[in-house]
């Protein structure tokens, strides 16, 4: 029996958020495969777990989390890693946390699961996806422009957090060499941080069946 | 000279979450008018007070933060009001400032926006904006059938958070009195606060020139 389990699947890139940062902290755990795909996060059972309908859910002993960043900002404290050490700091890292909730992974995510998984082709509801996400890529992109992570040197749960729809360049059409330059090398940063593992081989379902 | 200091325009219902807890809070605050309609937010000038582009901002002596629920944060610190007792306590409001930013006001706002503001009639993103918005009243809905705020039994910043653009039910073309009563009851409970102001009646720019 693992001491942490993950409620997740490979596609989900907010489930990734958690596994990254349980992996990044050297955590004993295991993930419980969700089948989102055919519909397990809209049953009663998995509402009884998670009233809100969503991956991630992280067990830790008798305490369940939901919310990506909640379950980030409890691995920070329970590890001493990744977090803060004020509340100016912890402040600064919820900024992040609350933009990449609010307008990075919001829009990207949506975008991504439209095309690359329901598959509707470009419509305008892409079409209006895809400029929110550009909007908030370049605000992101600006800021690494001079900063090596979000809070500057080091890296943190706010980095974890936003990075977690970015592995997928081609899954939402994007390249990381050319306008958003900054947030390719930021991404190799990461990539290189001892622990990080791509999302497809960090959780299980990835191809989903009848795909490649 | 008053003591904090508030970006904002009464459209903006995040401006508004941090505009009601000063109020509640007893503040001594002064709105700040933003041009937002008038491109404002998009000046450099303007960028080096938020690089995010966005309002709320707060000013409190030599301190300036953004995000909603990171002002949210700091006041509930600063007064010892609408905050937490413990770490427990804490994440579970932030789980609901997350939920907040990335499903309710996300979707609330910008259809709201496109409705009321921008006037583009019903379009596939309305549509799509809608359904999603209405998945997250949802979820509010039930968890306040039985319970009187977002932690129980008494107000939070999650609540000040989550109540931002619900008090323009006609402009989202939304009623409280049938499927989201219990939303309905809820706003009663805070409206009912010491302190309460409509965003209209709260912050300068209210109505736009030309309209009614």
Redesign the interface.
């Known amino acids: 029996m693992a001491e942490f389990t993950l409620y997740c699947f490979a596609q989900s890139g907010n489930a990734y958020k958690a596994a990254l940062m349980l992996n990044l902290c050297g955590a004993d755990w295991r993930p419980r495969f969700v089948d989102y795909f055919n519909g397990e996060t809209r049953t009663p059972e998995f509402r009884r777990i998670n009233?809100?309908?969503e991956v991630p859910v992280l067990e830790h002993g008798t305490r369940r989390?939901?919310?990506s960043?909640?379950i980030l900002?409890?691995l920070a404290?329970h590890f001493g890693k990744f977090g803060w050490s004020n509340?100016d700091e912890r402040?600064e890292i919820?900024?992040w946390?609350?933009?990449d909730?609010?307008?990075l992974?919001?829009y990207t995510a949506t975008l991504r699961f439209m095309l690359a998984l329901a598959r509707t082709g470009e419509?305008?509801?892409t079409a209006?996806l895809r400029q929110r996400s550009r909007t908030a890529l370049g605000?992101l992109n600006?800021?690494l422009a001079t900063n090596d992570f979000a809070l500057g040197g080091r890296p943190t749960i706010a980095d974890i957090s936003m990075c977690g729809y970015l592995f997928w360049p081609d899954e939402i059409g994007i390249s990381w060499t050319g306008e958003f330059q900054h947030i390719g090398r930021w991404l190799d940063r990461i990539a290189a941080l001892p622990g990080c593992v791509h999302p497809y081989k960090l959780m299980p379902g990835h191809p989903l069946p009848g795909r490649s």
């Open positions: 009233p809100m309908g989390l939901s919310q960043a909640v900002d409890y404290q509340d402040r919820l900024r946390l609350l933009f909730n609010h307008k992974t919001s419509t305008e509801v209006f605000i600006d800021h």
